[in-house]
């Protein structure tokens, strides 16, 4: 043993001995090169690392990513009980590295650079995330959803634990003020992460475009509560659900159709469980007549106001109320780069670079209309316009309706037939309100995720004649149709 | 704290290379050296570094006596109990939950779970501090009589948290009296700038492909994407540790360390022996020479001490029944390459012996990735294609060709890599060329290597959170 141990190889590289001087080489005058050019090379080494963390340290850092559609991180207040548990230097370190000054062209940078990591073809098609093949095997569907629905269902959870967490009676009027602008934004990330079921980016006809794959679901949860409403408000308010698909629906290659279920057939299903509580307002075939039009934006996991003008024009025809002809809109251009949701969330710098039209169509009677805006207490905030432009318009174009997701607007129209509409809604919906502008008399938007009230009183409170849930395929087959439920009880 | 992280980079490194080129004395350096390692793993773990302190005394101290009762029963007895407390601090903290899970299934008891974190680097620090008293012990190195060089080579940032696992006679001598020449900090710096892009314009790019296709349930994967999903990991696996390495290795050659290397193109190996001299060498050498000759009942017992040294292999990966298969999966190749023999195995075709050694590596990788007993079943299944036949699963799909085609420049960059190009177009231009070409190559290394470190920097500011793989070890 001992010698063996004796035998064992010490792994000293100072014991090394030199390696032997190469025949004909000047050994001596290389060793000065060496050392030389190494000078040289530190002398262009150095200043790049200490000018860029010298840089890091004294340019404004950012505070908001437009890219990613979130507030970034905040330095921590020091406490003992934070410092002992890891968490105040975990989030120093998260400070510095999330507000990098321009943090938003430096991840497009990452994003061109990685870019260059595959072969891009004239059709090309980009999968993220993992998503699920859908086939035609009943079986596999059938464990597909419901585990999907279990995910969902999750989400949901988590989602409600930390919105109850939140205060009605905490939050004053200039908080909410405050909130208009970041919260927003991380909400609708956080909505559209709940929906990702995988992503294809596909190129076609010179542009690219991003599509969510729809995981498919029972809707038993959203029938139930659309049964429930039905119940309670009785026949005097009449109720709708309008379920937008997402663009897979229409503009998924052929190949990939077996990793996405079919959306049409899904919202059919789910029309069948509350037959004669609600009507069914068919928007998916109302839009697979438009699918040559935009009316989907291609950057965004949301439809093109366009696309919402023809889902409205189908609930108008549904409700029998009037409804103006896109002719007699003004059309507004926001931006004429917008990069959306599903451009940051995929990080294809081919999608983030094709950037894309964002334009709204203001309604005639918008002057003579007014819109108010409610807290999560429903305190009225005052009057604002209904279309606004928020923050980074190439990024957040989206937000013109409203300002974003807000918990309650009230908007009374210069119509006059005594009927009253409360849309029930997650962020598709907010595209929706300004086309009815010339339908009712009383629009009452309230966002499904956010509201912290008895919907069924407020809908009696206001003296709603009809009720419409709009909302996209995932919201109704996912997490936040539980949410539909508690808006009942809560 | 993560190498690879904009903090880590230029604040935390920043301030510490000032402050120790600031430094004229080795020991003002020193103590600087000290200082920012502590820091670095307070950083990460505010409680646990009274744990690195109090080994580095323990392992310190029982050093100093092993050598006063040198030749004695007492030094034996005192090197097996300064090892026995180290391995109770790695048992306690990295294994006591297995240990107690697995009793409470064997013998369907209800014992509490103890849920304790495991430090940083408890894995790399105690074999260090192992190896430094068995070499004490046999007389290899003598005692390090200052408590603060003794602390330094255990606590030493670079090295720290995910190896190489150092032994102290390689750095014994610099500890004391080393010079950082600008060829040192030149070469350094940029060896630590390619263990960066490895990890994170490879490794970070590759885990993406690897989470889509193992990151949920693998039932329904084709047979094509199971074998395409654990080839990427095996790549990346590769890259992020010896990524790792280079940067602890560049950094340490930048404050005048000279490590020795850790990976040695593995890839290019031909046998499963060889490939454990190319991987991880530090942690392969450590059991090769501290228990492969240990005796076993009065002497040392080959195959017994073999599979030893396996399991223990597998062990020390983590408190986890996949990794112990792992081990022991490696130990049953050895040991049949071992009854074959070397000679033997030379005559063999080299294709061949290509294909079966990747054959084995990459199967192993697989082993290594589902902690998930279950999930790792379907792994074999899905990889045999047996879930064709059971399970209906697909030979191929659109998502591992789409996947391919999405990442072809990027896979065929690492796999191009993992070989030794880099050497040899290092050989031709710093060590055959004149010096015409070698100011060429130093010049246009130089430039590649700021563009590198320019690219790194942009991506790491997409990186909130990406661990290096090691560092759960």
């Given at each position: 043993m001992e010698e063996q141990r004796k035998k064992a190889p010490v792994n000293n590289s100072a014991a090394k001995k030199k390696a032997p001087r190469k025949k004909g080489f000047n050994y001596m005058k290389k060793k000065y090169v060496i050392h030389g050019f190494s000078v040289i090379s530190l002398m262009l080494m150095v200043p790049v690392f200490f000018i860029t963390a010298v840089l890091l340290v004294v340019v404004p850092r950012s505070d908001i990513s437009y890219i990613e559609k979130r507030k970034l991180a905040e330095f921590p207040e020091f406490s003992f009980d934070k410092y002992f548990s890891g968490e105040y230097t975990a989030k120093v370190t998260e400070f510095y590295d999330d507000t990098v000054p321009d943090r938003d062209n430096f991840k497009t940078m990452g994003y061109n650079f990685k870019s260059i990591f595959g072969i891009h073809t004239e059709e090309e098609v980009k999968i993220i995330g993992k998503p699920v093949s859908v086939v035609n095997d009943k079986k596999k569907d059938d464990k597909k959803n419901s585990e999907s629905s279990k995910k969902s269902d999750?989400?949901?959870?988590?989602?409600?634990?930390?919105?109850?967490?939140?205060?009605?009676?905490?939050?004053?009027?200039?908080?909410?003020?405050?909130?208009?602008?970041?919260?927003?934004?991380?909400?609708?990330?956080?909505?559209?992460?709940?929906?990702?079921?995988?992503?294809?980016?596909?190129?076609?006809?010179?542009?690219?475009?991003?599509?969510?794959?729809?995981?498919?679901g029972s809707g038993e949860t959203y029938a139930q509560a659309l049964k429930n409403f039905h119940d309670d408000l009785g026949d005097g308010v009449k109720i709708y659900s309008l379920s937008a698909s997402t663009a897979s629906q229409y503009y998924l290659p052929p190949a990939y159709e077996q990793y996405s279920v079919d959306q049409k057939e899904t919202m059919d299903e789910i029309s069948q469980l509350y037959s004669g509580a609600a009507t069914y307002v068919d928007v998916i075939s109302a839009l697979q007549n438009h699918v040559n039009e935009d009316i989907y934006l291609r950057t965004d996991h949301h439809w093109s106001p366009l696309g919402a003008y023809y889902a409205a024009q189908e609930f108008a025809k549904a409700a029998g109320v009037p409804f103006k002809d896109i002719s007699t809109y003004k059309k507004v251009k926001v931006t004429d780069n917008f990069s959306g949701t599903l451009a940051a969330w995929s990080e294809d710098a081919n999608l983030s670079n094709d950037t894309e039209e964002f334009s709204y169509y203001e309604p005639a009677n918008n002057e003579k209309c007014t819109t108010n805006y409610y807290t999560t207490s429903l305190e009225d905030c005052g009057t604002g316009n209904f279309f606004n432009q928020v923050g980074d318009v190439e990024h957040s174009a989206y937000l013109t309706f409203m300002g974003g997701d807000e918990v309650v607007v009230k908007v009374?129209?210069?119509?006059?037939?005594?009927?009253?509409?409360?849309?029930?809604?997650?962020?598709?919906?907010?595209?929706?309100?300004?086309?009815?502008?010339?339908?009712?008399?009383?629009?009452?938007?309230?966002?499904m995720r956010y509201f912290q009230r008895n919907l069924v009183q407020y809908a009696k409170d206001e003296g709603i004649t009809d009720m419409l849930f709009a909302m996209t395929t995932f919201s109704a087959v996912g997490g936040n149709a539980e949410n539909l439920e508690n808006l009942r009880t809560q | 704290m993560v190498f690879s992280s904009l903090f880590f980079v230029y604040f935390f490194l920043a301030i510490t290379l000032a402050a120790y080129f600031i430094c004229k004395t080795t020991k003002s350096k020193n103590i600087v050296l000290v200082i920012a390692s502590l820091v670095f793993y307070a950083w990460g773990e505010p409680i646990w570094v009274g744990l690195l302190i109090f080994s580095a005394f323990l392992n310190w101290k029982s050093a100093l006596l092993i050598q006063?009762?040198?030749?004695?029963?007492?030094?034996?007895?005192?090197?097996?109990?300064?090892?026995?407390?180290?391995?109770?601090?790695?048992?306690?903290f990295k294994y006591s939950g297995f240990i107690v899970e697995n009793i409470n299934a064997l013998l369907h008891t209800s014992i509490p779970v103890p849920q304790i974190t495991m430090p940083i680097g408890i894995s790399f620090f105690t074999f260090q501090a192992i190896s430094y008293i068995l070499d004490v012990l046999w007389e290899t190195v003598p005692a390090q009589k200052k408590y603060g060089r003794f602390l330094l080579y255990l606590s030493l940032f670079p090295q720290l948290i995910a190896g190489p696992i150092v032994r102290y006679s390689v750095i014994e001598k610099e500890i004391t009296d080393r010079r950082s020449t600008p060829v040192d900090i030149s070469e350094g710096a940029m060896r630590a700038?390619?263990?960066?892009?490895?990890?994170?314009?490879?490794?970070?790019?590759?885990?993406?492909?690897?989470?889509?296709?193992?990151?949920?349930?693998?039932?329904?994967?084709?047979?094509?994407?199971?074998?395409?999903?654990?080839?990427?990991?095996?790549?990346?696996?590769?890259?992020?540790?010896?990524?790792?390495?280079?940067?602890?290795?560049?950094?340490?050659?930048?404050?005048?360390?000279?490590?020795?290397?850790?990976?040695?193109?593995?890839?290019?190996?031909?046998?499963?022996?060889?490939?454990?001299?190319?991987?991880?060498?530090?942690?392969?050498?450590?059991?090769?020479?501290?228990?492969?000759?240990?005796?076993?009942?009065?002497?040392?017992?080959?195959?017994?001490?073999?599979?030893?040294?396996?399991?223990?292999?597998?062990?020390?990966?983590?408190?986890?029944?996949?990794?112990?298969?792992?081990?022991?999966?490696?130990?049953?190749?050895?040991?049949?390459?071992?009854?074959?023999?070397?000679?033997?195995?030379?005559?063999?075709?080299?294709?061949?012996?290509?294909?079966?050694?990747?054959?084995?590596?990459?199967?192993?990788?697989?082993?290594?990735?589902?902690t998930d007993l279950s999930q790792l079943g379907k792994f074999f299944t899905n990889i045999s294609g047996v879930s064709m036949i059971t399970n209906g699963n697909a030979f191929g799909d659109l998502m591992t060709w789409n996947s391919l085609l999405n990442n072809i420049f990027l896979i065929a960059f690492a796999i191009i890599v993992s070989m030794p190009v880099l050497d040899k177009i290092k050989y031709f231009f710093f060590k055959w060329g004149n010096n015409t070409v070698y100011a060429v190559g130093k010049i246009g290394a130089t430039l590649i290597c700021c563009s590198l470190l320019i690219i790194c920097s942009i991506l790491m500011v997409d990186n909130t959170n990406n661990p290096f793989l090691y560092f759960r070890f």
């Open positions: 999750a989400k949901a959870d988590n989602k409600t634990t930390s919105k109850s967490e939140t205060k009605p009676e905490d939050t004053s009027s200039a908080e909410t003020s405050e909130e208009t602008g970041n919260n927003k934004i991380d909400k609708e990330h956080d909505e559209y992460i709940e929906a990702s079921n995988g992503l294809i980016v596909v190129k076609h006809e010179g542009h690219y475009r991003g599509l969510e794959l729809f995981g498919g009374n129209t210069d119509v006059k037939n005594g009927r009253k509409l409360l849309i029930v809604k997650d962020s598709y919906g907010n595209a929706l309100p300004g086309y009815l502008f010339g339908s009712f008399e009383q629009i009452c938007v309230v966002d | 006063k009762f040198k030749n004695t029963k007492a030094a034996t007895v005192t090197a097996g109990l300064a090892i026995t407390i180290d391995l109770a601090f790695l048992i306690v700038i390619i263990g960066i892009s490895k990890k994170v314009i490879i490794a970070n790019n590759l885990y993406v492909i690897v989470e889509q296709f193992f990151g949920t349930d693998i039932s329904n994967l084709s047979f094509l994407g199971t074998w395409y999903g654990v080839i990427v990991y095996s790549l990346y696996v590769y890259f992020d540790f010896s990524g790792y390495s280079d940067i602890a290795i560049g950094l340490g050659r930048m404050f005048g360390f000279h490590f020795n290397e850790n990976f040695k193109y593995p890839f290019i190996c031909k046998t499963i022996s060889e490939f454990w001299q190319r991987w991880h060498i530090s942690l392969s050498s450590f059991f090769r020479d501290y228990l492969f000759y240990a005796p076993i009942f009065g002497r040392p017992r080959k195959y017994f001490n073999l599979f030893l040294v396996w399991f223990c292999t597998g062990m020390w990966h983590g408190a986890s029944w996949n990794f112990i298969f792992w081990g022991l999966y490696f130990g049953i190749f050895i040991f049949i390459e071992t009854l074959i023999g070397k000679k033997r195995m030379k005559k063999w075709n080299k294709v061949l012996t290509h294909i079966y050694s990747k054959f084995i590596i990459v199967i192993g990788f697989g082993i290594f990735y589902f």
